[in-house]
């Protein structure tokens, strides 16, 4: 059970990776995308963490609302459609 859920965080994380567009920006490069990673882990450990991290937060949620009114209004215009 818990192997399970380990799988699909992993996955879940991968989906925002893509998400993200870094795996076209990156041109599916791992070693690329893994020193991004790392460079992005080392400025939310740095001097400004919590102001960085905070910042993240809040475009993360915008763009997860963002997408997720847009997905609702293309439905709804779907639904009006039909």
Do not use: C
Request: glycine letters at 12%; hydrophobic letters at 40%; zero cysteines.
């Amino acid at each position: 059970m818990q192997r399970r859920e380990r799988t699909r965080h992993l996955i879940e994380l991968g989906g925002l990776v893509q998400k993200a567009g870094l795996v076209e920006l990156a041109d599916d490069d791992r070693a690329t995308l893994y020193g991004a990673l790392l460079e992005l882990a080392g400025r939310a450990r740095g001097d400004d963490a919590g102001n960085v991290l905070a910042l993240w937060k809040r475009r993360g949620k915008r763009a997860f609302d963002a997408e997720s009114e847009a997905s609702g209004a293309s439905g709804r215009d779907a639904e009006a459609a039909s």
